[in-house]
């Protein structure tokens, strides 16, 4: 009997179609640590895409977390926070592992580098700040970088990061207000301990944090900073580079330091200060490649409101190699800056550009 409507071979399966949202709905609750009912509800309300059911399932999220961390009243007891998080919660789901679809064996050359992010992510400005930290996330997947140097955090922001990248150890260097943080590829890197060093004059609450750790049997000391900001300050900052020069230039020759953060320096204040022996900035090795010069460009990132052109490389990258006999040498085989593509909101990560290196062994 002949049939008056499209043959079967014309319309989609409906086998198909169920078997693909089950799919769907298994791995977004994979990802998110939901339930099968959530999933549906997301997914349906977003036409099954993924990308854009996740990141409204994150933003939610992203909001009740900065809502419970901050006070609701001056009232509210201070909360204690560790320096280091060694254990996530319960509640935690990992935005920065491998998926199954994505996890490939990478080359032994490439699993011998050691790679760094380091970014200041002006946790100050609060303005679309959800996707934004979510945003740092995907760079963190996308990188998956071993080493990260985080500044202008503030407490929701660390909250947010202990919770959805829980693949990486977390260090602070604060409580209140902002600070800095160092962000460790638990797989890779072994944290062995850390200490905050002060700057005694400082009058933005900066200091220096550094973390004691091996990678691949290799002895590292990581060192970040947010140097004191503004052009007036020039004195400060320098007073400060001298502590970080001084405890690069005293570590152990057996040790490898690498230092980066958002230094604020110009030029002319690091020829006044000099560099230790030894000590290389990873832009200059690299060649000066014009593309990674300019990490605070107002030119090009219009996160910051401001009626004038300002390009600077205020972001830093210094490494000094181990100099012992016998013991393996880093050194920097590639740079490249991050974050330059807008987000859904139409702002960028940071107002800062991110700088991503690699290193090898030598």
């Given at each position: 009997?002949?049939?008056?409507?499209?043959?079967?071979?014309?319309?989609?399966?409906?086998?198909?179609?169920?078997?693909?949202?089950?799919?769907?709905?298994?791995?977004?609750?994979?990802?998110?640590?939901?339930?099968?009912?959530?999933?549906?509800?997301?997914?349906?309300?977003?036409?099954?895409?993924?990308?854009?059911?996740?990141?409204?399932?994150?933003?939610?999220?992203?909001?009740?977390?900065?809502?419970?961390?901050?006070?609701?009243?001056?009232?509210?007891?201070?909360?204690?926070?560790?320096?280091?998080?060694?254990?996530?919660?319960?509640?935690?789901?990992?935005?920065?592992?491998?998926?199954?679809?994505?996890?490939?064996?990478?080359?032994?050359?490439?699993?011998?580098?050691?790679?760094?992010?380091?970014?200041?992510?002006?946790?100050?400005?609060?303005?679309?700040?959800?996707?934004?930290?979510?945003?740092?996330?995907?760079?963190?997947?996308?990188?998956?970088?071993?080493?990260?140097?985080?500044?202008?955090?503030?407490?929701?922001?660390?909250?947010?990061?202990?919770?959805?990248?829980?693949s990486y150890l977390i260090i602070e260097g604060g409580e209140d207000g902002y600070f800095t943080g160092m962000m460790l590829k638990k797989t890779r890197v072994r944290f062995l301990e850390s200490e905050?060093?002060?700057?005694?004059?400082?009058?933005?609450?900066?200091?220096?944090?550094?973390?004691?750790?091996?990678?691949?049997?290799?002895?590292?000391?990581?060192?970040?900073?947010?140097?004191?900001?503004?052009?007036?300050?020039?004195?400060?900052?320098?007073?400060?580079?001298?502590?970080?020069?001084?405890?690069?230039?005293?570590?152990?020759?057996?040790?490898t330091v690498l230092f980066g953060g958002d230094t604020n320096l110009r030029d002319a204040e690091v020829a006044k200060v000099g560099l230790p022996s030894g000590v290389c900035d990873v832009w200059e090795?690299?060649?000066?490649?014009?593309?990674?010069?300019?990490?605070?460009?107002?030119?090009?990132?219009?996160?910051?409101?401001?009626?004038?052109?300002?390009?600077?490389?205020?972001?830093?990258?210094?490494?000094?190699?181990?100099?012992?006999?016998?013991?393996?040498?880093?050194?920097?085989?590639?740079?490249?800056?991050?974050?330059?593509?807008?987000?859904?909101?139409?702002?960028?990560?940071?107002?800062?550009?991110?700088?991503?290196?690699?290193?090898?062994?030598?």
């Amino acid at each position: 009997m002949a049939s008056n409507g499209a043959s079967d071979s014309d319309k989609p399966s409906v086998s198909n179609v169920e078997r693909s949202r089950s799919r769907l709905c298994d791995e977004f609750a994979s990802l998110t640590g939901s339930d099968s009912g959530v999933a549906q509800c997301y997914l349906a309300e977003h036409e099954w895409e993924m990308e854009r059911a996740l990141n409204s399932f994150f933003e939610a999220d992203l909001e009740k977390v900065f809502e419970d961390d901050i006070p609701n009243s001056e009232t509210s007891p201070p909360k204690k926070k560790q320096k280091v998080e060694e254990k996530p919660s319960a509640d935690c789901i990992d935005l920065t592992g491998d998926s199954p679809a994505s996890t490939r064996k990478p080359s032994d050359e490439d699993d011998n580098k050691l790679s760094l992010i380091s970014w200041n992510v002006d946790g100050l400005d609060t303005d679309n700040l959800g996707e934004r930290a979510r945003g740092l996330c995907s760079f963190l997947v996308l990188y998956t970088p071993d080493v990260v140097f985080l500044q202008e955090l503030i407490p929701p922001y660390v909250q947010y990061l202990k919770k959805r990248a829980v693949s990486y150890l977390i260090i602070e260097g604060g409580e209140d207000g902002y600070f800095t943080g160092m962000m460790l590829k638990k797989t890779r890197v072994r944290f062995l301990e850390s200490e905050i060093v002060s700057y005694p004059t400082t009058q933005m609450m900066r200091n220096l944090l550094v973390a004691q750790v091996t990678f691949k049997d290799q002895k590292l000391c990581l060192m970040t900073s947010h140097l004191e900001s503004c052009k007036g300050q020039a004195e400060e900052r320098m007073k400060q580079l001298r502590v970080v020069t001084h405890r690069m230039r005293e570590a152990p020759d057996d040790v490898t330091v690498l230092f980066g953060g958002d230094t604020n320096l110009r030029d002319a204040e690091v020829a006044k200060v000099g560099l230790p022996s030894g000590v290389c900035d990873v832009w200059e090795r690299l060649g000066k490649q014009e593309h990674c010069r300019y990490t605070w460009d107002t030119k090009a990132n219009n996160n910051k409101k401001v009626p004038y052109i300002s390009r600077c490389r205020f972001d830093r990258v210094y490494l000094r190699p181990a100099a012992k006999d016998g013991v393996p040498r880093l050194a920097p085989d590639h740079m490249a800056l991050v974050g330059l593509e807008k987000l859904d909101c139409g702002r960028y990560t940071s107002d800062h550009w991110g700088i991503y290196c690699s290193f090898s062994s030598a």
